[in-house]
């Protein structure tokens, strides 16, 4: 992992010279400026932070950090990060990506980034939508989603992105939105400081081509009524004076919502993000309903394992510690081993 | 009995049987005992995609061909002097091969008649008069082996698969070889199970004895050594070479190694072989797909590694849009591609050229990369170097074009010397280079390699932003303007165009030939030796090989435009010759066999006999 160390910093700095090019009102401003603010606090050099982007609206991102960064191919930039990333483990690789490149054409990188494990900080800007190619439904769109390549309705149901980061046991795992930087800020310092793969959904609003999507989780009017706020170690209520509840109910697999007066307080879960099961998780990933209702926020899962970056550099290190003589010594040992002959 | 002992200036034997009988390993051995002995070899492996094919099939026969003389040999041999058959199958497989006289040893315990059956034999071919023309050995190569393990604490079953080492005894005795090698290979082999030591070398010992006293072989050979250049010598197939000279590059460039790939025959030896390395500072990343594979290594290349991915045609198809990007990007990477039998799956473990085009070709764009083929085993072991060497100096990903023939063929290699290996050390970027001295131009270029700076994540001052869209020349900074494109575009052709590679040499010892033959890759050998036996018979011939593919000798032109005739034999429909057609307008004749075997040097010989007779 990248270390801190003693460097002044501030947002500014982090700020490239080019200018930023997405549409007017676009939720990705926001993301960008939380960004950009929360940077200099990590303490990381720019030089040691890389960001790693596949394509779309979101994927323009690097071009917009003053720090490394590449703008790589639709859907690759875990599996190019991971190559970046398990090479120099003395950077700080962040990947940003979308609903499209992430979770269509790019799903297998992503599982298979989070399942191994590998030390990169994934930023999903999820927007439901296709954007840069002007509004194709996206695999998190709505079942029934009238778009232009569904006149009549989408028949695909939609992934949830937590859910599938779940089930590919990624070991930290949280969501937040655009327009809510304290938020956002909290769960980017969990996600930097998280060891290993942390995977962080960004509900995001596109409003060209699906305004208003996440409205209700925006509107102060409903919000409160929507959104469910996780935190560490405390009972799950919500609403305005805490009068819904999350609950297990007995028998079942899953987590229910329930009116806080209704249930003995000793029934309302406790979050624990640490529940190494991830089935724990998964079932918090499945409280929204279609309209969003019940939808939480914050951090859903942080637990420890080994990162792969650890364990592949680790053999390494290992195997070098274990040679001796120079480099060309011990090529010249490898040329001659086995059976050889010598011709006078 | 004093056995007669003959000379023999060259002998080739195939050893063939069921897959699971060991054959590849024989042959391996019988090809180290050989080497050992001094002779110059070549080798050819041939077996079945399927890892256990049904027993006793045609599909299951597995066969190892290894081509020793008293001279230096440029194939794998043409048409075996020895057949050993390990059972019917392996027998019909193969006796078409053979010419008339040559001496056939059969497995007579595996003749039963279902396993005669199995593979359509009417009639057992030992008795039935079908073979006379050939000097038939009939053994009981099963029962014999289970007699001699007798007195050994082995199943019934680990004595009966001891067979091969009988009959690798046997074949050791009539070619006079020495086998300590093979007895130090056992050990090593079985040492977590010393009764298997001892009754594989029993076995092998009883084959040895056999030969010396039954009656049925009463001629035992000899082939000298062969007249070689002094120095250390080991026997190499192309994907340990190529494995080899990736590490070597490694060692030459001072840069960690990493390498990204997916398993696909015949290219997993060389993941397999590098994973072995991480002493070197060599990763090995079995990654989740093709793309993933080539991704990580493109993405190790961003952070100063000398990224590689290893795959065949399919996954090269797959990796095509990251090679764009890698274009782009203007990285080292190198893509090594051991070519197969396609389209498709199509013969996985067959041998094929007929991915030029894609190497050449095959990506969105104009986007032009550096292609490098090896010629021989070894020679993949510099063809590695040279396209480390090519991705690290220019920064453009490098195709290596292996194949299946050269990747699983073996011949002796005279270890290099690590010295005399090309010095590959990069420098990174570590200053600004604009003229403030205080921008850094990511596309500024060297006005002599035309590469641009490789400044890696973690430089202070350097912090910069690349990707796959068309970049402002020298600023790398997004750019839409027409004319910019147009130069990026010219300059990414020209910067891969310029790079020098040394020029072709003519090999045409008399300095009379009016036809060239003009190969590349893999079937230098046959092609080879094709123009020898020429020469030999006074035919007057010259021979030009292609190493590097893109960009292509300087003078390439002039010497194709010195011959009356030039003639490509490729193992794929014409696609050298397009592009030298195309390139140079010179008529070229193409020479086309896609049977997913290997050119023989006789078929080579026929037709190009015709070409210098009759033009």
């Given at each position: 992992m990248a270390e801190p160390v003693a460097v002044k910093l501030t947002?500014?700095?982090?700020?490239?010279d080019q200018e930023v090019r997405w549409c007017p009102g676009c939720g990705d401003y926001a993301i960008l400026a939380a960004v950009q603010s929360f940077m200099p606090e990590l303490k990381i050099p720019r030089e040691r932070t890389v960001f790693v982007s596949g394509i779309g609206c979101s994927s323009r991102f690097p071009y917009y950090m003053n720090t490394y960064g590449m703008h790589s191919i639709h859907g690759r930039a875990p599996a190019i990060a991971t190559g970046l990333s398990v090479s120099r483990p003395d950077l700080s690789v962040w990947v940003v990506t979308g609903d499209g490149d992430a979770l269509s054409i790019g799903g297998n990188h992503l599982i298979h980034a989070l399942r191994r494990n590998v030390n990169l900080k994934i930023l999903l800007f999820n927007n439901r939508i296709y954007g840069l190619t002007k509004g194709q439904y996206s695999p998190t769109s709505e079942i029934g989603k009238i778009t232009k390549s569904t006149p009549v309705g989408s028949a695909d149901s939609p992934f949830n992105p937590l859910s599938l980061a779940l089930g590919a046991e990624a070991t930290f795992v949280a969501r937040t939105l655009d327009s809510d930087r304290k938020h956002l800020q909290s769960v980017l310092r969990a996600a930097a400081e998280h060891n290993g793969s942390a995977f962080v959904e960004i509900y995001q609003n596109c409003n060209i081509f699906n305004d208003g999507a996440f409205e209700t989780l925006k509107d102060p009017a409903t919000r409160d009524e929507y959104l469910i706020r996780l935190e560490h170690g405390q009972p799950i209520t919500f609403g305005a004076d805490g009068q819904r509840c999350v609950v297990h109910p007995p028998g079942g697999f899953g987590l229910e919502v329930r009116d806080t007066a209704s249930v003995d307080p000793a029934d309302i879960v406790v979050h624990d993000a640490t529940v190494s099961e991830p089935a724990y998780a998964f079932a918090l990933s499945r409280l929204p309903g279609l309209d969003l209702r019940n939808t939480p926020i914050g951090v859903f899962r942080k637990v420890d394992r080994p990162s792969y970056d650890e364990l592949v550099v680790s053999q390494v290190e290992t195997a070098k510690a274990k040679a001796t003589g120079t480099p060309e010594d011990q090529l010249a040992g490898l040329l001659t081993t086995g059976d050889t002959w010598t011709i006078l | 009995m004093a056995k007669q002992v003959r000379q023999l200036d060259r002998v080739v034997i195939r050893f063939a049987g069921d897959?699971?009988?060991g054959m590849q390993l024989t042959g391996d051995r019988f090809t180290s005992e050989t080497a050992q002995l001094g002779n110059d070899i070549s080798t050819l492996p041939n077996f079945p995609a399927e890892i256990r094919a049904p027993a006793g099939t045609l599909p299951g026969v597995s066969s190892f061909q290894v081509h020793f003389a008293d001279t230096d040999i440029l194939t794998p041999g043409d048409a075996p002097n020895v057949l050993v058959a390990m059972n019917p199958a392996a027998l019909k497989a193969n006796v078409g091969d053979l010419p008339r006289g040559a001496d056939i040893i059969v497995?007579?315990?595996?003749?039963t008649k279902r396993n005669l059956t199995k593979v359509g034999y009417a009639a057992n071919p030992l008795e039935d008069g079908s073979l006379d023309g050939y000097s038939l050995h009939p053994v009981a190569l099963t029962a014999m082996t289970i007699g001699a393990l007798a007195d050994h604490d082995v199943s019934k079953k680990d004595a009966e698969r001891a067979k091969n080492m009988f009959a690798l005894g046997l074949l050791s005795w009539m070619y006079s070889r020495p086998y300590d090698s093979t007895l130090r290979f056992l050990e090593r082999k079985f040492a977590a199970r010393p009764e298997l030591v001892a009754a594989n070398i029993a076995a092998f010992k009883a084959g040895w004895n056999f030969g010396e006293t039954t009656?049925?072989?009463?001629v035992r050979y000899e082939v000298k050594p062969a007249k070689m250049s002094p120095g250390t010598y080991r026997n190499i197939t192309g994907n340990q070479a190529l494995s080899l000279g990736l590490v070597a590059a490694g060692v030459r460039s001072g840069l960690p190694v990493f390498l990204g790939a997916y398993p696909i025959t015949p290219a997993s030896d060389i993941l397999h072989e590098l994973s072995k390395h991480k002493r070197f500072g060599v990763t090995t990343m079995q990654a989740e797909d093709e793309i993933a594979a080539i991704g990580a290594a493109l993405g190790a290349s961003y952070g100063g590694s000398l990224g590689i991915t290893t795959t065949s045609g399919p996954g090269v198809a797959l990796k095509g849009e990251t090679i764009s990007l890698a274009v782009a990007l203007e990285l080292p990477l190198v893509i090594i591609d051991v070519q197969r039998a396609g389209p498709s799956t199509g013969l996985p473990t067959k041998t094929e050229q007929a991915d030029l085009n894609m190497a050449l070709f095959g990506r969105h764009g104009e986007a032009p990369v550096a292609v490098v083929a090896p010629r021989s085993p070894s020679d993949c072991f510099f063809a590695a170097l040279e396209a480390a060497r090519i991705a690290l100096t220019y920064r453009t990903p490098v195709i290596l074009l292996s194949d299946n023939y050269v990747a699983n063929g073996s011949e002796p290699w005279l270890l290099p010397e690590v010295d005399s290996l090309p010095d590959l050390r990069v420098e990174f970027a570590t200053e600004p280079n604009g003229e403030d001295g205080k921008t850094f131009l990511p596309y500024l270029r060297d006005p002599v390699t035309m590469a641009r700076p490789w400044a890696i994540p973690g430089t202070p001052g350097l912090e910069h932003r690349i990707g796959g869209l068309e970049k402002a020349d020298k600023t790398g900074d997004i750019s839409y303007d027409p004319a910019n494109h147009d130069f990026m575009v010219r300059t990414r052709a020209a910067r891969i165009e310029g790079i020098p590679v040394p020029d072709i040499e003519v090999e045409d010892p008399d300095g009379d030939a009016r036809t060239l033959v003009l190969g590349w890759g893999s079937t230098y050998g046959p092609i080879g030796a094709a123009c020898r036996a020429l020469r030999q018979r006074g035919l007057p011939i010259a021979q030009a090989h292609l190493r590097h593919l893109s960009p292509m000798p300087a003078n390439l032109g002039e010497v194709l435009k010195g011959y009356d005739r030039v003639v490509i034999p490729e193992m794929n429909l014409g696609q050298l010759a397009h592009v030298i057609r195309a390139r140079f307008l010179v008529d070229a004749i193409p020479y086309n066999q896609v049977s997913g075997l290997p050119f023989t040097a006789a078929k080579l010989e026929s037709m190009l006999e015709e070409v210098v007779k009759n033009g």
């Open positions: 947002q500014k700095d982090f700020k490239s | 897959s699971g009988d497995n007579t315990d595996e003749f009656e049925d072989f009463g």
